[in-house]
T-cell receptor, first 115, second 116 residues
């Protein structure tokens, strides 16, 4: 079985400051890793994902995440945040080779960007 | 417009009543999912479906029933609602389970259910 831990339930940060949202996972098998974002009163949207290859993956809006197998982590970073980045961010995993796209989600981290 | 829609968006009901949450997608995606979102728990999978007439339990299926007679619809029924089922329910769909589409779920906007 897999599990995901997001230790920070809320991360307040000032606009234009850097941010890191932490994600650790536990699994007895290899996994795929994902970050989803949920803006207020909306459903979740895929932000970025790691399937294989380069351990550093990027999104179109400046976020990046690095897969660290030895530390079982997939932290999300952005060098300079905007007010519009205020949202809840969910880390998720699914087992490698899984046939159903079932994702196991973490509890979420609310990124609150202040002016 | 193409997409995934949920109805109703908001629902208040009483303990013991039957409630059905509807989910409709226009992409002809094979996979569909129902998650519930609760503070401190994130999203938990209730049921999923790999195709029409194929459904399976997720992490928290007790008290819920699903059906999928058509590819585009995946209703979730609470046969006898309880207060613990007060939650925000999200339906999602996915075109495939492998390749470049791995892990890419498309979510509806959610249905907020309150059970009094």
């Amino acid at each position: 079985a897999q599990s995901v831990t997001q230790l920070d339930s809320q991360v307040p940060v000032f606009e234009e400051a850097p941010v890191e949202l932490r994600c650790n996972y536990s699994s007895s098998v290899s996994v795929y890793l994902f970050w989803y974002v949920q803006y207020p009163n909306q459903g979740l949207q895929l932000l970025l994902k790691y399937l294989s290859g380069s351990t550093l993956v990027e999104s179109i809006n400046g976020f990046e995440a690095e897969f660290n197998k030895s530390q079982t982590s997939f932290h999300l970073r952005k060098p300079s945040v905007h007010i519009s980045d205020t949202a809840e961010y969910f880390c998720a995993v699914s087992p490698y080779g899984g046939a159903t796209n079932k994702l196991i989600f973490g509890t979420g981290t609310l990124l609150a960007v202040q002016p | 417009d193409a997409g995934i829609t949920q109805s109703p968006r908001y629902k208040i009901t009483e303990t013991g009543r039957q409630v059905t949450l509807m989910c409709h997608q226009t992409w002809s995606h094979s996979y569909m999912f129902w998650y519930r979102q609760d503070l401190g728990h994130g999203l938990r999978l209730i049921y999923y479906s790999a195709a029409a007439d194929i459904t399976d339990k997720g992490e928290v299926p007790d008290g819920y029933v699903v059906s999928r007679s058509k590819t585009e619809n995946f209703p979730l029924t609470l046969e006898s609602a309880t207060r613990s089922q007060t939650s925000v329910y999200f339906c999602a769909s996915s075109p495939t389970s492998g390749g470049s589409g791995t892990g890419e779920l498309f979510f509806g906007e959610g249905s907020r259910l309150t059970v009094l």
